[in-house]
């Protein structure tokens, strides 16, 4: 019950394009979805988060859907650059633990 | 300042060796997080200091010891590790429990 699932493993998709990125759960009591961006060999960066109290979040070209019967949430790209190459990973966890738990990533390569 | 630093980048050590790696924020963070990132795998959480005081400690071998001498700092102290340990260590912090993780960029620690 503690898992994030995260799919795809490795998307590929070209410079312009839309990239998206689901999550799903299975603990209701989580309360906060971050999502990360990880280039190789750095640390991961917080790219932007929602509560389930929303159902969209949108930051520039970053946007997360939210689907709370479902579970689900999910991370789109709009306009994807080459520079959005990298590994995502989404998380999630439950007030004032500060335990995230990731999901297994997604490794993304946006083609020119 | 709006970063966490680590120290080293990269550390080499042998299995009978004695080493220190390093994390500091001055962002007033009052939480603070060691993870431990194998490649192409997501974080796992590994220590969590809330307020300086140790709050979650996720099954680590005793070879690796936590310490928070003051809220701006965050030490791992490790003895006598294994081949296996090698990975990318990563300090994260947040306001406090409740609050988004920024990372740092990681030590990348080689056991020989």
């Known amino acids: 019950q503690q898992q994030v699932k995260q799919s795809p493993q490795s998307l590929i998709v070209q410079k312009g394009g839309i990239s998206i990125i689901n999550c799903a759960y299975e603990n209701t009591a989580f309360d906060y979805f971050p999502w990360y961006q990880q280039f190789p060999g750095k640390g991961p960066a917080l790219l932007i988060a929602?509560?389930?109290?929303?159902s969209e979040k949108k930051e520039g070209r970053f946007t997360i859907s939210f689907n709370k019967s479902a579970k689900q949430f999910s991370l789109h790209i709009m306009d994807s650059q080459p520079g959005d190459s990298a590994t995502y990973f989404c998380?999630?966890?439950?007030?004032?633990?500060?335990?995230?738990?990731f999901g297994q990533g997604t490794t993304l390569q946006v083609k020119p | 300042d709006t970063e966490v630093t680590q120290t080293p980048k990269h550390l080499v050590m042998g299995m009978t060796n004695k080493k220190s790696l390093k994390c500091e924020q001055h962002m007033g963070h009052r939480a603070m997080y060691w993870y431990k990132q194998k490649a192409k795998k997501p974080p796992e959480l590994m220590f969590v200091y809330s307020y300086e005081k140790l709050s979650i400690n996720e099954s680590v071998p005793s070879r690796f010891s936590p310490e928070c001498p003051n809220s701006s700092l965050l030490n791992l102290h490790l003895h006598a590790l294994q081949p296996e340990d090698s990975a990318l260590y990563l300090c994260?912090?947040?306001?406090?429990?409740?609050?988004?993780?920024?990372f740092g960029p990681g030590t990348r620690l080689t056991v020989t």
């Open positions: 998380a999630a966890t439950r007030g004032g633990t500060g335990k995230l738990i």
């Open positions: 994260a912090s947040s306001l406090d429990l409740t609050y988004e993780q920024y």
């Open positions: 929602i509560r389930p109290d929303v």
